[in-house]
């Protein structure tokens, strides 16, 4: 025990968080390699068109993100963080794996299509294990009043980034060949680098996965007595309200899948029924993202201050929602942007399109370390932005990328090639909008979480991104393409500069909203 407690001295910190950091590289190595072809692999090898493969792209990173839900639910009930982590990475593993098989039989496209799916099913299932679990443990190797935190979960972050930065950059030079046949390997490297992320945690776990006094951290919760469960003032209603949460999550389910337009008769009652045309997974999505919540604040066990922390997390985590909605079109619009109209020639060779997609987490390692200094700077002279300003500045300044594109696509025809500096100054600008959002926002729901709900409400967390992931498919499908025009909610959008300018206006309402309401909100946090 005492070289364990050597590993966790607040001179540094802790070797555990090193191995988190090195098991989340490789896991988001192998989700933003994947991310980074899939895109591409339904347009140029089984020829989806652009609608089709946003509406599958926003239904499964939606998913993705939907999971970590019941993963964190089991995991705070049953298997422990330890567990969930390595059982979801080894089913990612297969689910890579099978894309790697649709890849090599993209010509017959039937059977191309059903392991693509089943690989994207193993992959949801695999991260909803996963991604709760490994950011709370982050918390867990400090003690509650350690001021080291901040900086751990910021490190924590650049892990995620060294593994985005390589992805695209190793798997879209081995797939992103323009031959279609070449996406396979892009796809086995990602299953490789997720093996590897299972390997290391499972060999280093039992040796640095450990709180400051040396106790194992992540291992599965205490089986409760008779006594226990009589206490637990919502042991005993707990079934009845998880059996009216499944009803209210498919009653809402139907609600949103409902077509009004042929209840209404503007359609054509002989050719089609009520559910004509629903998206099922979006309409679940959606419902799920307002009944867990409810279910979570209204457990009985909560007492009022927890129960307003926990309503805190709930409104940064609807704003996020227009955040990322917004950012991951890095993973669908901005990549046919990328591919067909960004001249991407440098001294006559041409970059692979996906090579864009590591921009973003390169400026953000680069970035990162300037930004830290800039906070401290600022707290030191007492102007530091509160947590939940900085977010709304991330909002804005994701506003300012896409106007920024925005111009730079005016009055540009369809076809056309513009310089790749309007993408890349994208990238940059939102790279630091995110350096606003991203780490304050994991950092502000591990501080407001009861801990024994951080996992399930680390789950509620993701649950927005799964929402805005949903939105961002949605959203990519009005990209233009053969001159059509399309509309979204009045708005008509016509060309790439009517495109860029639906999301600047989204998210920037949204900074502005949210800056507002900033006061009131860090005043609850710091009250209660």
């Known amino acids: 025990m005492s070289s364990t407690k050597k590993n966790n001295n607040t001179k540094g910190h802790p070797k555990g968080l090193y191995l988190l950091f090195v098991t989340e590289m490789w896991e988001r190595f192998s989700y933003y390699g994947m991310r980074a072809l899939f895109m591409l692999y339904m347009v140029q090898a089984l020829l989806f068109d652009k609608e089709l493969a946003s509406q599958v792209y926003g239904s499964y990173t939606g998913l993705v993100y939907l999971t970590p839900l019941i993963g964190g639910y089991i995991a705070d009930k049953y298997w422990g963080n330890r567990r969930s982590i390595v059982v979801g990475a080894l089913i990612m593993a297969v689910g890579q794996f099978l894309l790697f098989l649709s890849a090599c039989y993209f010509h017959q496209v039937d059977m ?63 797939g992103n060949t323009g031959h279609p046949e070449d996406f396979k390997w892009g796809f086995l490297a990602s299953c490789i680098g997720m093996i590897l992320g299972a390997v290391i945690f499972q060999i280093f776990k039992n040796k640095y996965i450990c709180d400051p006094e040396g106790n194992p951290v992540g291992t599965a919760p205490e089986k409760k007595t008779d006594d226990d469960i009589k206490k637990n003032k919502d042991g005993g209603t707990f079934s009845a309200r998880g059996i009216t949460a499944i009803v209210a999550t498919v009653v809402l389910t139907l609600v949103f899948s409902v077509n009004w337009d042929w209840i209404a008769g503007n359609e054509d009652m002989s ?34 201050n927890e129960k307003i922390k926990i309503g805190i997390i709930y409104v940064i985590a609807f704003f996020v929602i227009f955040f990322w909605a917004a950012y991951e079109q890095a993973g669908a619009s901005l990549t046919f942007f990328a591919d067909e109209q960004t001249n991407r020639n440098i001294g006559g060779w041409e970059m692979p399109a996906a090579y864009f997609q590591s921009f973003n987490p390169v400026m953000l390692v680069m970035l990162a370390p300037i930004f830290a200094a800039l906070w401290s700077f600022m707290g030191r002279n007492g102007i530091e932005p509160s947590s939940v300003k900085k977010q709304a500045i991330g909002l804005f300044l994701l506003a300012m990328g896409y106007l920024f594109i925005a111009f730079g696509v005016k009055d540009v025809e369809p076809g056309v090639k513009v310089s790749m500096i309007w993408l890349t100054g994208l990238y940059l600008i939102h790279t630091m909008g995110e350096l606003c959002l991203a780490p304050i926002g994991l950092s502000l729901v591990y501080k407001l979480s009861p801990a024994r709900f951080s996992s399930l409400l680390m789950g509620v967390w993701y649950l927005s991104t799964s929402a805005a992931n949903k939105m961002a498919g949605m959203l990519s499908g009005y990209y233009p393409e053969g001159g059509a025009v399309k509309s979204f909610l009045g708005y008509k959008v016509e060309n790439l500069y009517d495109f860029f300018l639906l999301f600047v206006f989204m998210s920037g309402t949204a900074a502005i909203v949210l800056f507002l309401l900033s006061g009131k909100l860090q005043k609850l946090m710091h009250d209660n």
Do not use: Q
């Not at 001021?147 to 695209?168: E, H, Q, W």
């Open 271 to 304: 050719g089609g029924h009520i559910f004509s045309g629903a998206d099922w997974i979006g309409s679940l999505i959606y419902a799920t993202v307002i009944v867990m919540p409810v279910l979570i604040i209204t457990d009985h066990s909560l007492d009022r």
């Open 112 to 174: 191309a299509k059903w392991l693509m799916f089943c690989g994207l099913g193993l992959l949801i299932l695999g991260n909803g294990f996963f991604k709760p679990n490994i950011s709370t443990m982050v918390g867990r190797l400090y003690s509650d009043e350690d001021k080291r935190k901040d900086s751990a979960f910021t490190i924590f972050y650049m892990g995620v980034n060294v593994g985005s930065t390589l992805a695209p950059l190793i798997c879209g030079l081995i």
